[in-house]
């Protein structure tokens, strides 16, 4: 039994036999993860395991199939009025920054607060402010997104999620479309919001954040779970042989 389990407390995010065709491409089978809450789940495996579309499906980017999505122990809903309120507390980053371009950072940030949950905007452009300087680009507020790095674009685009105060974060590859030297400055922002107790479920091929930031790794091979273990287990002792085959290749060429 889970700790949700004895302590009576739901999942932050519970998955139970979710599957996913696309046509006849079976991309999730037979899913079942849990995450509490304050945990940092990192989702790793080769391309096309079905990582990116398992965190879609958490807040319904992705419709699935079959089985049963719970935000918080609230089911997910199909759609509506529902499912967007239920989306403002799922916070989710994406591998290209979908910034509003014609918006400087700054109102990037205080568009959802402000239209979604009426914030005033005075008191969204303070909220937006701290998060902007939390991930280091103040100074930058009052550009547009085209003036910025890519690095610079991606940590906007986390303090654009931070802002509707999310009880979890989604991030899909979040550094794989950035120069190698903009990587860390992103990886360094997440890996302050896992110490300071953020909800995260994190798709990911850094190796070195799996094993610094999370509690858990999630390998997946050909749409299901293969193993779900500690870092230091998984990265040290994996069980199976499709997870070793993959450590032995990414490390390779790490």
Not at 112 to 117: K, L
Not at 128 to 153: D, F, T
Not at 189 to 203: F, H, I, N, P, Q
């Amino acid at each position: 039994m889970s700790d949700a389990g004895r302590t009576g407390v739901p999942p932050m995010v519970g998955m139970r036999q979710v599957n996913k065709h696309f046509g006849d491409l079976h991309v999730l089978r037979d899913i079942d993860l849990e995450v509490q809450r304050q945990e940092v789940v990192v989702i790793v495996g080769p391309s096309g395991s079905g990582k990116s579309t398992l965190c879609r499906t958490i807040n319904r980017l992705e419709p699935v199939d079959s089985g049963e999505i719970t935000i918080d122990g609230e089911p997910l809903p199909l759609e509506g009025r529902e499912l967007a309120r239920l989306r403002a507390d799922v916070g989710m980053v994406f591998q290209s920054f979908n910034l509003f371009s014609h918006l400087s950072v700054l109102d990037n940030v205080t568009l959802a607060p402000t239209t979604v949950h009426g914030t005033k905007r005075a008191a969204a452009r303070d909220e937006a402010m701290a998060l902007l300087e939390r991930v280091g680009v103040a100074n930058q507020a009052h550009k547009r997104p085209a003036q910025l790095s890519g690095g610079q674009q991606q940590r906007v685009a986390i303090a654009r999620a931070l802002a509707m105060r999310p009880k979890v974060m989604l991030f899909d590859e979040p550094t794989s479309a950035l120069d190698p030297e903009m990587i860390n400055e992103v990886l360094d922002v997440m890996t302050s919001l896992a110490r300071d107790g953020m909800t995260m479920v994190v798709v990911t091929h850094e190796m070195g954040f799996a094993r610094k930031a999370a509690d858990r790794v999630v390998f997946m091979d050909a749409g299901q779970i293969v193993e779900d273990a500690p870092p230091e287990q998984f990265f040290s002792h994996a069980r199976s042989g499709r997870a070793r085959a993959f450590l032995e290749s990414v490390m390779s060429h790490s």
